[in-house]
């Protein structure tokens, strides 16, 4: 009669169970099924509280996942779990427990699959009741309770298998749509996230990564001390590294493509210590699908990128090959280098083969005209030379001199024509390792395509100066200078003429020689050349008679200039010489010409020389009305 009844209760036990799964199939929620479980195992085995530990296999512990208390009206003690998986392997149930932790409890359920202990259903009996149940309807009755909860662990792990694959078709999907490598890594870090919240995730990786902001994002090197992701990306290989002391354990997943790994996704569980096999394969799943869309990223970044560098050496080149002056090609090509390359600073720097000296191509960036530039042309310029390579610098600057850097990422290329170095370009950031090596590539293949095509505008430029410049001097011939006074009158507001005559030159002539005297000119030819712009016109006016003329400059900067001459050359010639300067000017709207202002200077001189020479002399509206500006 006793054993009829049990195999009745059995039954209706596993009604109760069959009925809960089946009216669960909507909204699935494991905890729940869990709870309901124990609310009725309590009035079926007439017990005072139920409760259930899972066993996690992450912490190697058991957890309380459900009860029928009311939480926090009692401490649950954490068990002694090795006396439990031993006696898990003994039998499926415990009456009136001794394991340490357990002893307020009657009756041990312990729940087992395939010799492994899942978990425990733990009954606190009412105050008098004992268990008067037999063993074989206690065994069946934890049987039954393992059974369910297989199932509807088997079905919590389907379902959530199934939402796991759908975020991964999902991602997969958007991987495919999009070829910003930024928005593939983002959207690795939002789906770890989404599936495991309480993960530590970040992406190792082997290139540049500037610009990933607010990712997870690290270098990976090759000189860490991280052996195991390097061991991972060098492998292509999933790699584990746990940590007792730290009590977690770290995967590493490479980003693994076709052609290649393109860093490594480390995934760090906390309070864990083995990774279940499943969400191993679901990572590597990801960080695969991960590898191939960063590929794809990778590859159409490249091939834009050499289609737009391909277009710039199309551009300039197309641009050398036109009939535009240097200057403006010049400005064209460092417009193009600081667009392309977001650099700060450009400059083309020639070369004087005869002296060794740098003289800086117009149309070069406004830096390069000061003089805080001059200790980079040095340098750039002395290694160049000595080396006959390109130059990359990350990080340009010495111990002694690091608080006068400015700029620490430097690219210099040699402009080497038939054998020899004509000049080369500096290309400058103020930022650290700015410029990847690709750019310096493309620096180098833009220069080599436009050295001839420098060469030979500069060639020309100087053929075309040659015409109209004096032999002597190296300054320009008084028909050219009057061709472009001409022009100016036309063009401008005012401009400024100064002629200038060497003080008792036929005695330097007579004491020294015609060839002493050629040099004094040469000398005072170079000092013009060092006092004026490069808009500004020098010319030989005929015999010792030097002039200058100043497109656009007002009276007062032409007496600054000639009286600066006056000076210089009174203490810069050998053998020493002084000179006497006659200044006129010109403003739009007075009837003024190039024969009335030569007029005005030249009598300026003539009462200077009259006046005791050495000084500079300003002719005004009237004739006769000069302004000596020196005693």
């Not at 009741?129 to 199932?151: H, M, P, R, Y």
């Not at 050398?320 to 400005?331: A, E, G, P, Y």
């Not at 003289?359 to 040095?378: A, E, N, R, W």
Request: hydrophobic residues 40%; proline residues 2%.
């Amino acid at each position: 009669m006793e054993e009829t009844l049990e195999r009745e209760l059995l039954l209706k036990l596993k009604i109760s169970f069959f009925e809960l799964i089946c009216g669960s199939s909507d909204s699935f929620s494991f905890t729940e099924l869990l709870s309901q479980m124990l609310a009725i195992l309590k009035p079926f085995m007439n017990a005072d509280e139920v409760d259930f530990y899972r066993f996690d296999e992450w912490k190697q512990d058991l957890i309380l996942e459900a009860t029928t208390r009311i939480r926090g009206k009692e401490a649950i003690i954490s068990p002694d779990i090795v006396t439990v998986q031993h006696e898990a392997c003994q039998r499926s149930f415990i009456k009136n427990p001794s394991i340490p932790g357990f002893e307020k409890y009657d009756l041990l359920m312990l729940l087992d699959k395939a010799g492994k202990l899942e978990g425990m259903i733990a009954l606190q009996m009412n105050g008098s009741s004992q268990i008067s149940a037999s063993d074989n309807f206690l065994e069946q009755a934890t049987s039954e309770c393992g059974s369910f909860v297989d199932k509807i662990s088997s079905l919590a792990d389907t379902m959530a298998e199934e939402k796991r694959y759908k975020q991964l078709f999902r991602v997969t999907e958007k991987f495919h749509s999009t070829m910003d490598m930024d928005a593939v890594l983002g959207e690795i870090i939002s789906t770890l996230k989404e599936v495991y919240p309480t993960f530590i995730y970040y992406l190792l990786l082997s290139h540049d990564h500037k610009g990933y902001e607010g990712l997870p994002v690290k270098d990976l090197e090759y000189d860490s001390e991280n052996l195991t992701a390097m061991q991972s990306y060098v492998s292509g290989q999933i790699q584990f590294e746990d940590s007792l002391a730290d009590r977690n354990s770290i995967m590493y997943a490479p980003l693994k493509g076709k052609q290649g790994v393109y860093g490594v996704l480390q995934v760090i569980a906390p309070d864990s210590l083995v990774f279940p096999q499943n969400e191993v394969e679901f990572i590597k799943l990801l960080a695969n699908t991960a590898g191939s869309a960063l590929e794809n990223a990778k590859l159409y970044e490249q091939s834009r990128k050499l289609i737009a560098d391909l277009q710039l050496i199309n551009e300039t080149s197309h641009q050398l090959n036109t009939s535009l002056r240097l200057t403006d090609t010049m400005k064209f090509i460092c417009g193009q280098i600081v667009k392309s390359f977001k650099a700060q600073e450009v400059g083309f720097i020639m070369i004087d083969s005869e002296s060794d000296d740098y003289s800086v191509l117009q149309g070069s960036t406004s830096f390069f005209f000061s003089k805080h530039s001059s200790k980079y042309i040095s340098d750039v310029g002395r290694r160049i030379q000595k080396e006959m390579e390109p130059l990359f610098i990350g990080d340009y600057g010495s111990e002694d001199e690091i608080s006068s850097i400015y700029f620490k990422s430097i690219m210099g290329v040699p402009m080497i024509q038939s054998g020899d170095l004509k000049g080369f370009a500096i290309v400058l950031h103020e930022e650290p390792y700015h410029f990847a090596f690709e750019t310096f590539k493309l620096l180098q293949s833009l220069i080599h395509h436009s050295t001839l095509a420098f060469t030979n505008s500069i060639l020309r430029e100087e053929l075309e100066k040659m015409v109209v410049t004096d032999h002597l001097t190296r300054l320009y011939s008084r028909k050219y200078l009057d061709e472009k006074m001409k022009l100016s009158m036309l063009e401008d507001s005012q401009g400024t003429f100064i002629l200038i005559d060497i003080d008792n030159f036929k005695g330097v002539n007579d004491k020294y020689g015609h060839q002493v005297g050629d040099d004094v000119l040469i000398q005072l030819a170079r000092q013009i050349a060092k006092n004026i712009r490069g808009t500004d016109i020098g010319a030989r006016w005929g015999g010792e008679e030097l002039a200058i003329y100043l497109p656009g400059a007002p009276l007062e900067i032409g007496v600054m200039i000639a009286n600066r001459l006056v000076d210089k050359v009174e203490k810069h010639t050998q053998p020493n010489v002084t000179i006497s300067c006659g200044v006129s000017a010109w403003i739009k709207g007075q009837a003024d010409t190039t024969k009335t202002l030569f007029k005005r200077a030249d009598q300026a001189l003539y009462f200077a020389k009259d006046s005791g020479k050495n000084k500079v002399v300003v002719q005004k509206e009237n004739l006769f009305d000069f302004i000596s500006t020196q005693e």
